[in-house]
């Protein structure tokens, strides 16, 4: 069973980075048909999706365009995590952060992508 | 981005109703790249069905997925008392995920 757990701190100044962990068990972060995603939640955004690394033969990494500039997300073979870095945050960077897993599934020929796994979630607040 | 669209808001139903939940896209969506997910207050979200259609792991029956295009459906065919939730829908597109802005299933 494929578990994933949240670290890191949930009170951040404004300007200043944003650091989350998240620890995989249940499966190799460099298993090449699962992507590592980070997502927030908040209810003026409700639920955002930040980006994902994943291994396809070499480390790649997806963002959100709206974040692209400000958001870092990268494996920890050693550790099987990854963590994700956000800079100069803002109060509004305040939510819910979530790490989940998506996975490549082929059925029956057809291919399916789906986010099936998440982390439980780390209230990280941005406040002086 | 592709923009999901979900409706009603809100839904009040009482135990042993069917519930019909809407999620209306922008624009055409892959359907083995949608999927709805149910979250309970103070918890992560939850798959519940991936690729339109297809019930994840251990969910039960009385929840089924359709749809293709920009519209898709999820219905919840007897409503038991766990299953008062927010429903999302998602879907993956243009190297990116986006997500419906949910429904609220509430005991009427």
């Known amino acids: ?128 | 981005e592709i923009v999901l669209t979900q409706s009603p808001g809100t839904l009040s139903l009482s135990p042993g109703e069917r519930a019909t939940l809407s999620c209306r896209a922008s624009q055409s969506v892959t359907s083995q790249f949608f999927a709805w997910h149910q979250q309970k207050p103070g918890q992560a979200p939850r798959l519940l069905i991936y690729g339109a259609s297809k019930r994840a792991t251990g969910v039960p029956d009385r929840f089924s997925g359709s749809g293709s295009g920009t519209d898709f459906t999820l219905t919840i065919s007897r409503l038991e008392p766990e299953d008062y939730a927010v429903y999302y829908c998602q879907q993956y597109g243009h190297s990116l995920w986006t997500f419906g802005q949910g429904t609220r299933v509430e005991i009427k």
């Open chain 1, 1 to 128: 069973q494929v578990q994933l757990h949240q670290s890191g701190p949930r009170l951040v100044k404004p300007s200043q980075t944003l650091s989350l962990a998240c620890a995989v068990s249940g499966d190799d972060i460099s298993n090449d048909v699962v992507a590592w995603n980070w997502i927030r939640q908040s209810p003026s955004r409700g639920l955002e999706w930040l980006g994902r690394t994943y291994y396809r033969s070499r480390w790649d990494s997806d963002y959100l365009p709206s974040v692209k500039g400000r958001i870092t997300i990268s494996p920890d073979t050693s550790k099987n995590q990854f963590s994700l870095q956000l800079n100069s945050v803002t109060p509004e960077d305040t939510a819910v952060y979530y790490c989940a897993r998506a996975m490549n599934k082929k059925v029956q020929g057809q291919f399916y992508y789906y986010i099936d796994v998440w982390g439980n979630g780390t209230t990280v607040t941005v406040s002086s």
